[in-house]
Nanobody, 128 residues
Framework: QVQLVESGGGLVQAGGSLRLSCAAS????????MGWFRQAPGKEREFVAT????????YYADSVKGRFTISRDNAKNTVYLQMNSLKPEDTALYYC?????????????????????WGQGTQVTVSS
């Protein structure tokens, strides 16, 4: 059974940094796009960043471009999200997810519906 466990969230002041981690188990994820999404209270889940199976391609939401960096370590089945220059509007529950399809079917994925396995989320709160 696929399991994704996020960690690294917390409370930070505006301008600060956090590094989220997502450890995957249950199968090998090195052939799949992995992504980070977030959901604030009363809002829909939204795309934050995704990374291709080997890490050669990354995509970011405009709202986080230049501040967040997604990376992965396939040997550890782990994906990371380095978040710098955090803003109060970054406050949300952050989820990692795995694409439903392997890279040879779908080289990259960027929408919620493309992803089939989700973690339980880690809370990020940015105070002003």
């Amino acid at each position: 059974q696929v399991q994704l466990v996020e960690s690294g969230g917390g409370l930070v002041q505006a301008g600060g940094s956090l590094r989220l981690s997502c450890a995957a188990s249950g199968r090998t994820f090195s052939s799949y796009t992995m992504g980070w999404f977030r959901q604030a209270p009363g809002k829909e889940r939204e795309f934050v960043a995704t990374i291709s199976w080997r890490g050669g391609r990354t995509y970011y939401a405009d709202s986080v471009k230049g501040r967040f960096t997604i990376s992965r370590d396939n040997a550890k089945n782990t994906v990371y999200l380095q978040m710098n220059s955090l803003k109060p509007e970054d406050t949300a529950l952050y989820y990692c997810a795995v694409d439903r399809e392997p890279y040879f079917v779908r080289p990259i994925a960027t929408t919620v519906s493309d992803f089939g396995s989700w973690g339980q989320g880690t809370q990020v709160t940015v105070s002003s």
